[in-house]
């Protein structure tokens, strides 16, 4: 999330870290596009509605958000971030 006067940066409010996997001819790589959009779904609980076991805890959603977290995000290192925002901006950020 940035905030903007006109057209120009001022700050940024947000980043978002995720990672992105490539094919050999430097594509993004649309089955683990895929499979990320799939637990993104499954995430937001996409089986809704199903009937289970009244004894049963659907955690599928917690799971995939597990999986999620770690197979498509990351986060970086206070450095890292500051190095990142010092490279879009050219500046550092107050």
């Known amino acids: 999330m940035l905030d903007v006067l006109g057209r120009t940066p ?4 947000h980043i978002d870290h995720f ?5 050999a001819e430097g594509r993004i790589d649309t089955n683990e596009w895929d499979r990320e959009t799939q637990l993104v779904g499954e995430m937001v609980g996409s ?3 199903e ?12 799971f995939a958000r597990k999986r999620y977290f770690h ?5 970086p290192t206070p450095r890292v971030k500051e190095n990142i925002i010092t490279t879009i901006f050219g ?3 107050a």
């Open 19 to 23: 990672m992105l996997s490539f094919d």
């Open 71 to 75: 197979e498509f995000k990351w986060i």
């Open 51 to 62: 009937s289970l076991d009244a004894k049963l805890v659907d955690a599928r959603d917690r």
């Open 91 to 93: 500046k550092e950020l």
């Open 47 to 49: 089986h809704l509605g």
């Open 10 to 13: 001022l700050d940024i409010k």
